[in-house]
């Protein structure tokens, strides 16, 4: 196995608490990756002798982005919805349904293709890990080719049968929860291995979230769930009651959701692209991380509500919108995603994790939210090989 050495950074984000508060920032550092694993993280002072050495210049490293929410598998798209948007026309997520369309239309290749241009999309922008939801096919062979596609691209794949009740079973919801938690999670589970509801008016209520999250559990899935985008709701209380990975979006909390989360662990996602996309407020990130809630960012990617594919936007969205401190949404985007995907070996520079890296074209992860808009990220690695 061949071991090489980065050396010349001058600032690395390690979030290990051995070498300091929340980002264990190291300067003047140094980095052994032996094949796709980091073997040595210090100074650059003690760095040990490796096979083959790299000189970053003075640059910034951080954990490759871990974006814990994405929605890549879908054909067309909505700009003109978009547009409507921003002239007035409110947000409702019945434009599903138009990608739902497109979707079922689409060749698989047409629909690989797409995963594939944003998956490279966001690997130039530093991201290493992303989780796929299928939810554009919502038939039983749409919903299976649409995980089977997103499975040659991540392993954190997740059926998301449950994303609205389609057309065709608008007076059969009862009937639409059936498929969801039979022949459809049967034929999704092969291919899956997370489980998500988007529970909202007009989506799914309480008891179907929780019928189709314990049904995903049953079949060997764990869950997630689309909590409190639109409006206060009964989302982040089944997501605690079912021992949810992640509630995600969050935007509209009560006092006792925020209790919730805090007591049960569940770590909330924070998608701020949506909220841009959308021009809704922000969720209240600081009140989340002042009453101890693990808070992960990432970008909900999808043709509707937001189609940014940018952990970089999101990080400078949170520092300006959010009350979060520019070393609280990198922690958020890198071990924050990792939690909500409840991985210990990424997200993280530590002896063993799996060398994913971002390497900035700057001196520190501040420029990330100081310098918003710009294409600061110049390398990424993904278990030691750049990609
Ligand atoms: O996370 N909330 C539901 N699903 C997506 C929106 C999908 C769409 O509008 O196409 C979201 O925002
Ligand atoms: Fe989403």
Same mark, same amino acid.
Request: hydrophobic share 45%; with cysteine; net charge neutral.
């Given at each position: 196995m061949s071991s090489l050495l980065l050396t010349g950074i001058s600032s690395l984000v390690t979030n290990d608490p051995e070498h300091g508060p929340l980002l264990g920032e190291l300067h003047d550092a140094a980095l052994v990756v032996e094949g796709s694993k980091i073997a040595w993280v210090g100074s650059r002072r003690s760095a040990p002798a490796a096979d083959s050495s790299l000189e970053l210049g003075d640059r910034a490293v951080l954990p490759g982005f871990v974006d814990s929410h994405a929605h890549l598998v879908f054909a067309g798209d909505r700009? !003109?919805?978009?547009?409507?948007?921003? =002239?007035?026309?409110?947000?409702?997520?019945?434009?599903? $349904?138009?990608?739902? @369309?497109?979707?079922?239309? @689409?060749?698989?290749?047409?629909?690989?293709? =797409?995963?594939?241009?944003?998956?490279?999309?966001?690997?130039?922008?530093?991201?290493?890990?992303?989780?796929?939801?299928?939810?554009?096919?919502?038939?039983?062979?749409?919903?299976?080719?649409?995980?089977?596609?997103?499975?040659?691209? =991540?392993? !954190?794949t997740t059926y998301l049968g449950a994303h609205v009740v389609p057309a065709e079973f608008a007076d059969d919801p009862a009937g639409y929860v059936d498929?969801?938690? %039979?022949?459809?999670? =049967?034929?999704? @589970?092969?291919?899956?291995?997370?489980?998500?509801?988007?529970?909202?008016?007009?989506?799914?209520?309480?008891?179907?979230?929780?019928?189709?999250?314990?049904?995903?559990?049953?079949?060997?899935?764990?869950?997630?769930?689309?909590?409190?985008?639109?409006? !206060?709701?009964? %989302?982040?209380?089944?997501? #605690?009651?079912?021992?949810?990975?992640?509630?995600?979006? #969050?935007?509209?909390?009560?006092?006792?959701d925020v209790d919730a989360l805090a007591s049960s662990g569940v770590v909330a996602g924070l998608l701020p692209a949506i909220e841009f996309s959308t021009r809704s407020p922000y969720p209240d990130a600081r009140r989340l991380l002042d009453a101890g809630v693990t808070v992960a960012l990432a970008t909900d990617c999808n043709p509707g509500s937001g189609y940014s594919s940018s952990m970089p936007f999101c990080i400078a969205l949170a520092v300006r919108e959010m009350r979060m401190s520019p070393a609280e949404a990198v922690w958020s985007a890198?071990?924050? %995603?990792?939690?909500?995907? $409840?991985?210990?070996?990424?997200? $993280?520079?530590?002896?063993?994790? $799996?060398?994913d890296l971002a390497v900035l074209d700057a001196p520190s992860y501040l420029h990330l939210a100081y310098r918003p808009g710009v294409p600061l990220v110049t390398r990424t690695f993904i278990a030691g090989r750049p990609v």
């Open positions: 700009a !003109e919805e978009f547009a409507a948007r921003m =002239t007035g026309t409110p947000y409702s997520a019945g434009g599903i $349904r138009t990608t739902v @369309a497109a979707t079922r239309g @689409a060749a698989d290749e047409q629909l690989a293709a =797409t995963v594939a241009r944003l998956v490279a999309e966001m690997r130039r922008q530093g991201t290493t890990t992303v989780e796929i939801k299928s939810g554009y096919g919502l038939t039983v062979a749409d919903e299976a080719r649409s995980l089977a596609v997103a499975a040659e691209f =991540t392993d !954190e498929l969801v938690t %039979g022949p459809m999670l =049967t034929a999704a @589970a092969k291919h899956a291995k997370w489980v998500d509801v988007f529970v909202e008016r007009g989506a799914f209520d309480a008891d179907q979230a929780r019928a189709i999250l314990r049904a995903g559990q049953a079949a060997g899935l764990a869950a997630r769930v689309h909590a409190n985008q639109l409006g !206060e709701g009964p %989302g982040v209380q089944v997501a #605690c009651e079912v021992g949810a990975a992640a509630a995600d979006h #969050c935007t509209f909390l009560t006092a006792a890198t071990a924050g %995603g990792a939690a909500a995907l $409840r991985r210990t070996d990424i997200g $993280r520079l530590t002896v063993g994790a $799996r060398a």
